[in-house]
Each structure stands twice: as C-alpha cells, then as structure tokens.
C-alpha cells in the first residue's frame, strides 16, 4: 500500500508482514542446500512447506486447540494417512491380511503380510499396474492418482479384474468345467514369465493370471505432497513414473513431478539397490529428468553441494533390455498406447538408488 514518505507506515500491517514471514521461516527449513536436501524433512514439513496454499484456504485453522496441525492437514486431506504407521492396507489387499489379527497398525486396521513396495505416480488408468500385476505376482503395488474420476475409474476396473479371476478360480473348481485354459500357480517369490494382460485380454478373457490382481490397488494423493505419508524409509523397491504431464511453459516447471526436492523424496523411500523408472515422450522432458537426476544445476561459482543427485546413478541400456518392467512401461500404459499410435518418440532413463554414504564422524 503507497503511503507518502513523511507517514510511517502502519504499524499494524508491518507487524503482520513480518511475523507471517517470521513464522513461514521458522516452519520451513530449507530443502534445497546441502546434505538436508537428501533426506527429506519429516512428512509435516512437507505438508506444512507445500501448504501455504493449504493455510491460505483453511476453515477455522486456528480454531480448535485439540487438533494438532498435523491432525487437521490430515483430516482436510482425509485419505493421506498421518504416517506409513497409520496407513491401513488391508481394505486394499485383502488376500494378504495377516491372519494374526492381534498385529494392528497405528490405526488400527489389520497388518499385512508384507510391505507395498512399488508405487507408480500418476498412475493414470492403471495400464502400468495391470500389466506388472502377473509378472510380479507376489509384491504389492499401488498406483497413486490425483484425479478422482481417472481414480475410481481405475478402482472399478481392479475390482472386475479380480471378480473375473475368482469366477474363473471357481469354473476351475468344479471338475465339469472344461473352459480353464491356463491355471498357471506361480512358486512363491519369483518372478512371472506370463505375458502381461493387454487391455484386449482383460474383459471376457480365459485366462487366469498369477497373482490374479489381488497384488495392486489404487488410491487418490497428490504425490507432490503426501508420498512420505504413505511409504516409510527405504520401504520400496521399484518406483514409476510414465509420461508425466510435461507443464511445458517455463512458469509452470514448478509443478513438474520430477525436481531438486521431489527427488529426495523418491531418495528417502527408495530402498539401496531400488530402481526408479521414468519414460516420456517430450525429449525436453527426458533432458530435465537427467539433468534432476543426475547433473543438477550448479549455481555458477558455487562449491559442489552434495544432494539427492549423489544417490542416484543410471542403469544401462543392456540391463533395460533384460528387463520386462520396462517393456510394460513402454507399451501397456495408457499413455504409451497413445504415443505407439501417434508413432512419437519414448525416452526412457531408470536410476538405481545408490547405498546411503556415510555420514561424518
Ligand atoms: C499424462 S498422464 C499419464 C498416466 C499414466 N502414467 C500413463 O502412462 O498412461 C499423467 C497422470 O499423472 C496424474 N498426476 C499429475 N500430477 C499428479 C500428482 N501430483 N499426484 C498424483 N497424480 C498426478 C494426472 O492426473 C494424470 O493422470
């Protein structure tokens, strides 16, 4: 607001300007110098960090006492879980609940038999996760969606795919049936050689799958806020991200689901020896996605800082070959499909989390 020079300005306001900016230094520490850039801050930082717009919004923030910030974050958000301790699996997985229902997690809700331990961000219609379902028969994945509508499109399209399978089980079952074609049990802990369902073998298909699709989910998050809510330190083995929306005016980078401070969260839950994949069909793209994971940008002059580039580093192109994850992020995506039959360009880069470096005496 002007006020003519020889009027201080009213103190009142000054007062406000600084303390919110006072308060917003104190709550935010910095994510983008040295080793802190690594190790992501506890998930409420983040949340706190991302949610100045959150704040701005906020009904009666301030209102009531017997909630802690992070409480009501959590309760505006309701489906981000206040820690991976709190988040309840078991609706998502109901084969694998723990048969011990004595072991609960912080929520309450039953315990599962093993971790989730791959996650596709922006899973979009779930292409990724339908097809890594039977070659990873027994590991837990979840595609994790912002959009409501693409999210309970996706959720349908699961349960079917297991009903289907259950119907099938059953047909195989009942000795008069002749229709089973392909009733393959995987040997616990290996690795499927089945092809991948394509959308054309799912609906009115014979066929039953490892795993029968009891092995992925879906849930509605937005990534770029609460990824750390859900997965705890090194709990995942494989992370993906498939044609993420490339925001290409220079303004909107920021909203770009591959950066400096994102990158250590993936760093942070990813486990030594995890694998990060990404492909996209804009070739600016592919070169931010390299230059974030592993070139950085060097203010010129500044000394090397390190940061959640010295975790990564890049597998090679014989090893993608070897790699079936990596056909499927290639052709059974939706948004793959779209790039085959436009014939565009795909450019794909996995990284290989590195072992944590020592920390100084
Ligand atoms: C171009 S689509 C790609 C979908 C899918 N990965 C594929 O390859 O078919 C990008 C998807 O990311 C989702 N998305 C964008 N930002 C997100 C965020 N912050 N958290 C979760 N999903 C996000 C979008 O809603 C959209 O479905």
Redesign the pocket.
């Given at each position: 607001m002007y006020r003519p020079s020889k009027n201080p300005p009213m103190p009142s306001l000054r007062c406000r300007r600084r303390n919110s900016s006072a308060s917003a230094r104190m709550r935010i520490p910095s994510l983008t110098t040295g080793w802190s850039s690594m190790y992501p801050l506890l998930p409420i930082s983040r949340q706190i960090i991302s949610s100045r717009g959150i704040y701005a919004g906020f009904p009666n923030f301030t209102g009531d006492n017997s909630q802690s910030d992070r409480e009501l974050i959590a309760n505006w958000y309701s489906n981000s879980p206040l820690s991976p301790a709190h988040m309840d699996w078991s609706s998502h997985f109901p084969a694998f609940v723990d048969p011990d229902t004595s072991k609960t997690n912080l929520s309450g809700g039953r315990k599962l038999t093993k971790e989730v331990e791959v996650v596709?961000?922006?899973?979009?219609?779930g292409?990724?996760m339908v097809g890594l379902a039977p070659l990873l028969p027994d590991t837990l994945m979840v595609g994790?969606?912002?959009?409501t509508s693409?999210l309970e499109y996706l959720s349908s399209r699961i349960h079917a795919l297991r009903s289907q399978q259950q119907r099938l089980k059953n047909k195989a079952a009942n000795p008069s049936s002749t229709e089973l074609q392909d009733a393959s049990a995987q040997p616990e802990g290996t690795e499927s050689t089945a092809p991948a369902p394509s959308n054309d073998d799912e609906i009115g298909t014979e066929k039953i799958f490892p795993g029968n699709f009891e092995n992925i989910t879906a849930i509605r998050?937005?990534?770029?806020k609460f990824l750390p809510n859900f997965f705890g330190h090194h709990q995942l083995s494989k992370i993906f991200i498939?044609?993420?929306?490339p925001h290409f005016k220079a303004r909107k980078h920021k909203a770009r689901?591959v950066s400096e401070s994102l990158n250590s969260e993936y760093a942070y839950v990813l486990r030594p020896g995890g694998l990060l994949y990404t492909i996209t069909d804009v070739e600016e793209y592919h070169h931010w996605v390299l230059r974030h994971f592993l070139h950085g940008e060097q203010p010129e002059g500044a000394a090397p800082a390190p940061s959640s580039k010295d975790l990564f580093e890049r597998v090679s192109e014989e090893e993608l070959a070897l790699d079936p994850c990596v056909r499927v992020m290639k052709y059974e995506?939706?948004?793959?499909k779209k790039v085959t039959r436009n014939k565009g360009n795909k450019y794909v880069a996995v990284f290989r989390r590195k072992a944590d470096p020592e920390w100084p005496a």
């Amino acid at each position: 607001m002007y006020r003519p020079s020889k009027n201080p300005p009213m103190p009142s306001l000054r007062c406000r300007r600084r303390n919110s900016s006072a308060s917003a230094r104190m709550r935010i520490p910095s994510l983008t110098t040295g080793w802190s850039s690594m190790y992501p801050l506890l998930p409420i930082s983040r949340q706190i960090i991302s949610s100045r717009g959150i704040y701005a919004g906020f009904p009666n923030f301030t209102g009531d006492n017997s909630q802690s910030d992070r409480e009501l974050i959590a309760n505006w958000y309701s489906n981000s879980p206040l820690s991976p301790a709190h988040m309840d699996w078991s609706s998502h997985f109901p084969a694998f609940v723990d048969p011990d229902t004595s072991k609960t997690n912080l929520s309450g809700g039953r315990k599962l038999t093993k971790e989730v331990e791959v996650v596709d961000i922006g899973c979009g219609f779930g292409g990724l996760m339908v097809g890594l379902a039977p070659l990873l028969p027994d590991t837990l994945m979840v595609g994790m969606e912002i959009r409501t509508s693409v999210l309970e499109y996706l959720s349908s399209r699961i349960h079917a795919l297991r009903s289907q399978q259950q119907r099938l089980k059953n047909k195989a079952a009942n000795p008069s049936s002749t229709e089973l074609q392909d009733a393959s049990a995987q040997p616990e802990g290996t690795e499927s050689t089945a092809p991948a369902p394509s959308n054309d073998d799912e609906i009115g298909t014979e066929k039953i799958f490892p795993g029968n699709f009891e092995n992925i989910t879906a849930i509605r998050s937005n990534t770029m806020k609460f990824l750390p809510n859900f997965f705890g330190h090194h709990q995942l083995s494989k992370i993906f991200i498939c044609f993420p929306d490339p925001h290409f005016k220079a303004r909107k980078h920021k909203a770009r689901i591959v950066s400096e401070s994102l990158n250590s969260e993936y760093a942070y839950v990813l486990r030594p020896g995890g694998l990060l994949y990404t492909i996209t069909d804009v070739e600016e793209y592919h070169h931010w996605v390299l230059r974030h994971f592993l070139h950085g940008e060097q203010p010129e002059g500044a000394a090397p800082a390190p940061s959640s580039k010295d975790l990564f580093e890049r597998v090679s192109e014989e090893e993608l070959a070897l790699d079936p994850c990596v056909r499927v992020m290639k052709y059974e995506t939706e948004e793959s499909k779209k790039v085959t039959r436009n014939k565009g360009n795909k450019y794909v880069a996995v990284f290989r989390r590195k072992a944590d470096p020592e920390w100084p005496a």
